[in-house]
């Protein structure tokens, strides 16, 4: 075969281009000129707020629908009075307290709770935590997520969202793990992954663990503290970028720029979001349930041994002077390791045995169940995907408690609420 | 007709940057208002954030009339439309979820799911008919 020289070469590549290649004049389309609009700050930040404005508006409204509007009744009205007149045993007693009921104290008598939230037994609280009020939660979530991706808008939030991610050490595209982090903080460590360098992949693991709600958590304080959920999302945004900030510039390593391809906008197909609903909405039954049932039978054993009054002696000055919330929140924040949403609706029992005394207490309580440590899923999941720098990782999560939950207690304060 | 389309677009544009300034007020205010078939929320989330969303369609149909025939521009008229769609659809599917349970029992009454749908509006569901022309546009244009 012969040869060819360098000239000859180009002359081949001009002929074979010549063939293949036509030049027309493209003439842009409404769906480019749309496309278009999304990517470009001046109007793609107006277009993101709405977005993330009708994800919201829709979350809430489903998940407030089939919570408030059904499963509260099914289990308050029906399945709770079912098992405490029909389940062997009665109020005091060790497996009634562990499976149904613990009961509380009202004018120094022992009485059994009116609903799920402050039964806390595996057959009521265990059961009504996964499946009434966060299962549609999720539900909604990760269809409204699937349909962003399918759509092809997340990319373009990833290049909004760009030179705001690169101030903390990371890049557009940190935007997806955030995101599936508000679903559930699990797939949301795996999707770290998709970041280049350890230090940019530490820096998101850490943010994930500390601040970003799982979409449980959100759902649950939905219910419990609804007019302030809002605030306390805005708290821990607010300390993702700043906690952020300062990680970017202690850890060391490389952040490096993205190049992205972003795809044209599209309509998604139901037989793609039916799948990936599908294998979603599995790993959280597989996972949620048994883990918050065995949550409420952990806490009600360390309950009904004496050590969890044990240990809210010992952390009594940290919390109360520290915190600024009752030493009874021991017990939520232990659960809080098994499931951060069985922890919250233990805050809302507590708040309505009158333990915690006012809204502020309860939000500084919801503020600290979320940011002290990770739950087990997301530990496991930071073991495999982080290894050694999870030990960084902790005792920066350490740190990041204490001061945001003291912040928290300091702004109090210095709105004279507490 | 060229004409009569741009002056439309730009009237609803005047309207929605009303509507969205009078929001924002009325959210940060914390105290809504009726006026008429017309209701301004009083939270923070639908009275600030919507009315502020609601502020940049009309600032998109308004300086998308301008050579509304450019694609680019025809553009930013469907986004301003596109902004109260989907404001006007959280609004209906929030009215649908609460018309839905009853207060006591399972299902709400007849009569209790027909009133969950009676005026009051949001200022979004007000603009969404006027919104829906810019369909026509589209199919015009082909």
């Avoid at chain 1, 949620?288 to 952390?315: C, R, T």
Wanted: some cysteine; charged content about 15%.
């Amino acid at each position: 075969m012969k040869k060819l020289n360098m000239e000859q070469r180009w002359r081949l590549i001009d002929s074979i281009i010549r063939e293949v290649v036509r030049y027309v004049e493209y003439k842009h389309t409404l769906k480019d000129a749309l496309s278009e609009l999304t990517v470009k700050p001046l109007t793609g930040i107006p277009i993101a707020i709405a977005v993330l404005y009708g994800f919201w508006s829709v979350f809430t409204s489903f998940a407030g629908l089939i919570t408030d509007g059904f499963m509260v009744k099914l289990f308050d009205n029906y399945w709770l009075p079912w098992l405490q007149d029909n389940f062997p045993g009665q109020l005091g007693d060790w497996l009634y307290s562990l499976m149904v009921d613990i009961g509380h104290i009202e004018n120094g008598k022992l009485v059994p709770s009116d609903s799920c939230f402050e039964s806390f037994g595996v057959l009521t609280s265990g059961l009504f935590i996964p499946i009434g009020v966060v299962l549609p939660a999720i539900f909604i979530f990760y269809l409204l997520m699937t349909v962003l991706e399918d759509t092809g808008y997340l990319p373009r939030l990833a290049i909004l969202v760009d030179t705001v991610l690169h101030r903390i050490g990371l890049h557009g595209y940190a935007i997806v793990p955030t995101i599936l982090g508000f679903g559930c903080n699990v797939p949301a460590v795996a999707a770290t992954r998709i970041l280049e360098t350890k230090k940019q992949r530490f820096i998101m693991m850490t943010l994930l663990a500390i601040f970003i709600p799982c979409g449980a958590q959100i759902s649950i304080m939905q219910n419990v503290i609804p007019d302030y959920t809002g605030f306390v999302i805005l708290y821990l945004l607010s300390g993702y970028f700043l906690f952020g900030f300062i990680l970017n510039k202690i850890v060391p390593g490389r952040s490096p720029e993205i190049l992205i391809d972003v795809p044209e906008l599209r309509s998604p197909t139901m037989r793609n979001i039916s799948k990936k609903m599908w294998i979603r909405i599995r790993g959280f039954l597989v996972s949620a349930i048994p883990l918050v049932m065995l949550g409420s039978f952990v806490i009600g054993v360390l309950y009904l041994a004496g050590i969890i009054d044990f240990l809210s002696k010992i952390l009594e000055p940290l919390f109360v002077f520290w915190f600024g919330v009752p030493k009874e929140t021991t017990a939520p924040l232990i659960a809080a390791f098994m499931r951060k949403d069985l922890a919250i609706a233990q805050l809302q029992g507590l708040r309505a045995q009158g333990v915690i005394s006012n809204t502020y207490q309860m939000v500084s309580a919801v503020v600290l169940t979320s940011i002290y440590f990770p739950c087990m899923a997301t530990f496991v999941m930071m073991l495999r995907e982080g290894g050694k720098a999870l030990i960084g990782a902790l005792l920066a999560l350490l740190a990041a408690a204490f001061l945001f939950g003291g912040l928290l207690h300091l702004i109090w304060i210095v709105m004279g609420v507490m | 007709m060229k004409n009569v389309l741009k002056w439309y677009f730009v009237s609803l544009g005047i309207c929605a940057l009303i509507l969205g300034f009078l929001s924002v007020v009325s959210g940060i205010g914390g105290e809504g208002f009726i006026f008429g078939f017309l209701e301004m929320p009083s939270d923070i989330f639908r009275g600030v954030i919507g009315g502020f969303i609601l502020l940049f369609s009309g600032i998109f149909y308004i300086d998308g009339t301008r050579k509304m025939e450019d694609i680019h521009q025809l553009a930013k008229v469907v986004m301003g439309s596109i902004l109260i769609w989907i404001l006007a659809g959280c609004e209906i599917f929030s009215m649908i979820c609460s018309s839905i349970p009853g207060e006591t029992g399972w299902l709400n009454s007849p009569q209790g799911f027909l009133v969950s749908y009676m005026p009051p509006y949001a200022p979004s569901v007000v603009l969404l008919p006027f919104s829906i022309i810019v369909l026509y546009v589209i199919k015009e244009r082909g």
